[in-house]
Every structure is written in structure tokens, then in C-alpha cells.
């Protein structure tokens, strides 16, 4: 049973915007940090922006950060990533994740969504 479940994904022109959020249903984020990670094809899954436990605790990959935010809502239990200004290399399936530590690599993963579909559109 899947306990992170990523919505929001689909198509969008360059310079929209789109919001992707996920939903904890087990309590994993109330342990662990979350975050978002993106895979095209042909290209290894790569960190995009992860959250503490307060929303001044986060942190971007370089060709994300000042565009997309990473947030959380509701009761700790869902962490959204809004994405503005877009653009054709974004293209990806975006997974949500639970990292044991700070760090940007998959490695430091304990439990994955099943990813959504992002696609960006000139």
C-alpha cells in the first residue's frame, strides 16, 4: 500500500504555472524530511527541493531554486511543490520522498511515491 500519493501533474506552457502535492497517509513525514525528486527520460532521478519541519528549513537544486517552493500543509501530512515559470527542461515524472537526512541523493531515501507526470510545453 502506497503511504505517498503525488497529485497536480499533467501539461503546462512555459512560464505557467503548477502545483504538485503529496500526501503522507502514514505519519513518514512527521519523521523524516520531505522532498520532491524528478526523473526524464533517458536521465538519472535527480534532488529538486526538500523541507523540515518548518517551511524556513528548505532547500532547492540549483536549476529549481528562486522558481519552484517547496511547502508543507494540512497537518504536516502534505507537502506541495509549486512551480513557476516553467520551461521545456522540467519536463520529468516527480516523485515525492521521505529522506533520512539532508542530503540530495536518492540514497537518502526511505520510501518513494509513485511520481507524476510533468510536462512543460513551449
Known amino acids: 500500500q502506497l503511504q505517498l500519493v503525488e497529485s497536480g501533474g499533467g501539461l503546462v506552457r512555459a512560464g505557467a504555472s503548477l502545483r504538485l502535492s503529496c500526501v503522507d497517509s502514514?505519519?513518514?513525514?512527521?519523521?523524516?524530511?520531505a522532498g520532491w525528486f524528478r526523473q526524464a527520460p533517458g536521465k538519472e532521478r535527480e534532488f529538486v527541493a526538500a523541507?523540515?519541519?518548518?517551511?524556513?528549513?528548505?532547500v532547492y537544486s540549483d536549476s529549481v531554486q528562486g522558481r519552484f517552493t517547496i511547502s508543507r500543509t494540512g497537518s504536516m501530512n502534505t507537502v506541495d511543490l509549486q512551480m513557476n515559470s516553467p520551461k521545456p527542461e522540467d519536463t520529468a515524472v516527480y516523485y515525492c520522498?521521505?529522506?533520512?537526512?539532508?542530503?540530495?541523493?536518492?540514497?537518502?531515501?526511505?520510501?518513494w511515491g509513485q511520481g507524476t507526470q510533468v510536462t512543460v510545453a513551449f
Open positions: 502514514g505519519g513518514i513525514f512527521k519523521r523524516y524530511i
Open positions: 523541507i523540515g519541519w518548518t517551511t524556513t528549513s528548505a
Open positions: 520522498a521521505a529522506l533520512s537526512r539532508w542530503g540530495q541523493s536518492t540514497r537518502d531515501v526511505v520510501d
